[in-house]
């Protein structure tokens, strides 16, 4: 079996070889500060015993799960530390193709391009179900595409790349659907404090068996690199899955899940909520600007990407490669997303230099 190296890497290692500077709109990686209790977490695991830097339950930390339980309103032993959401929904789909319900992926379109390379990974298939303009999920079509082969339905919400954020309806007729196929539910909520339009519902607020949520707190306190996330399954799957991480990774970082937890305890809501409103203030800036270029654009309901389309510009691997050789602005190509954006660019907002980014963007395409 061959693996395809993601297009996320080969964009990043173009645009760092770059002869000029370029404006880095690819990763997801928010540049803002992460809450101080996680460095005053990370300082004060420093100082403790030897005993702390060794191993620790493979589940997560009591504490970290408990915390994370009390807040989602679920059991503790129902939850699962991971490294990051990418682990997460790796467990997750896992669980899913392991119950010999069926060997199909349902994957929007649309899609978070590490979805179909897990799927792979798996030994599973994949069906894809289109999204409409602004990235919104009909749940009929999901029904529609779902059969006796469907294993697992996996959604993003907030959405990475549309930025669509899916209301308590739309999941809990998703649930719906995979209760009705005895599939499971896989939602990945890792952008859930991003929600700009107040309409995000976790698929949490539905009890069911044939759901799991997976989240992590790279994104939410701007430390992708720290890698601690979590999934949360129904009792009856949660035995296999933690069996599955110990023998993948045994634990994930102890010093890491006690800084995450000590900012989960001291860090209050005003911190989430002014970095949505940075988020607000960069979408008025780079969109004022596709305006500028004529470009059509979507507008994010949640996450913090923006998807443009130039006219004579389609969104193909050389067509990124020349707007960072020639425009000096890295973003990605829309066909890593799937056949159906494939006209499009999709441009990460985090970073400081979204204005200079929109200015360059608008200055090439004039």
Do not use: C
């Amino acid at each position: 079996m061959e693996y395809e190296t993601p297009l996320f890497f080969h964009v990043m290692q173009y645009a760092n070889a770059a002869d000029r500077d370029v404006i880095d709109m690819v990763s997801g990686n928010p540049d803002w500060e992460p809450p101080e209790a996680l460095r005053e977490g990370l300082r004060e695991y420093a100082d403790l015993d030897p005993d702390r830097f060794q191993y620790p339950p493979s589940e997560g930390l009591r504490e970290l799960r408990e915390e994370i339980a009390a807040r989602r309103g679920v059991d503790a032993d129902q939850v699962v530390v991971t490294n990051g959401a990418g682990e997460a929904n790796y467990l997750a789909m896992a669980r899913a193709l392991e119950r010999d319900r069926g060997s199909e992926l349902l994957l929007t379109d649309p899609v978070y391009p590490y979805y179909p390379g897990k799927t792979t990974l798996l030994d599973g298939s994949q069906r894809f179900v289109a999204t409409d303009e602004e990235g919104r999920l009909d749940p009929e079509a999901v029904r529609a595409a779902a059969s006796a082969e469907t294993a697992a339905i996996v959604v993003n919400t907030p959405n990475n790349p549309t930025g669509a954020v899916y209301p308590e309806e739309t999941m809990r007729e998703l649930v719906a659907v995979a209760e009705d196929h005895d599939a499971i539910l896989v939602s990945d909520e890792v952008y859930d404090h991003y929600d700009l339009s107040g309409r995000f519902a976790s698929a949490l607020a539905v009890d069911s068996p044939n759901r799991i949520v997976t989240n992590a707190f790279s994104k939410s306190m701007a430390i992708t690199g720290v890698r601690v996330g979590y999934a949360i399954f129904p009792p009856e799957l949660v035995a296999d899955a933690k069996r599955r991480h110990m023998l993948v990774n045994v634990a994930t970082t102890r010093p890491g899940q006690y800084a995450v937890l000590n900012a989960l305890r001291e860090t209050g809501p005003d911190y989430y909520e002014r970095n949505r409103e940075r988020l607000r203030e960069r979408v008025e800036t780079f969109t004022d600007a596709l305006d500028a270029a004529g470009a059509e654009y979507t507008t994010p309901r949640g996450s913090f990407y923006v998807m443009a389309r130039f006219d004579g510009y389609p969104g193909t691997l050389e067509n990124v490669e020349r707007l960072i050789d020639e425009a000096g602005v890295a973003g990605m190509p829309g066909e890593a997303f799937g056949d159906s954006r494939s006209d499009w660019l999709r441009f990460a907002l985090v970073t400081p230099r979204v204005e200079e980014a929109a200015e360059r963007l608008a200055t090439y395409f004039e």
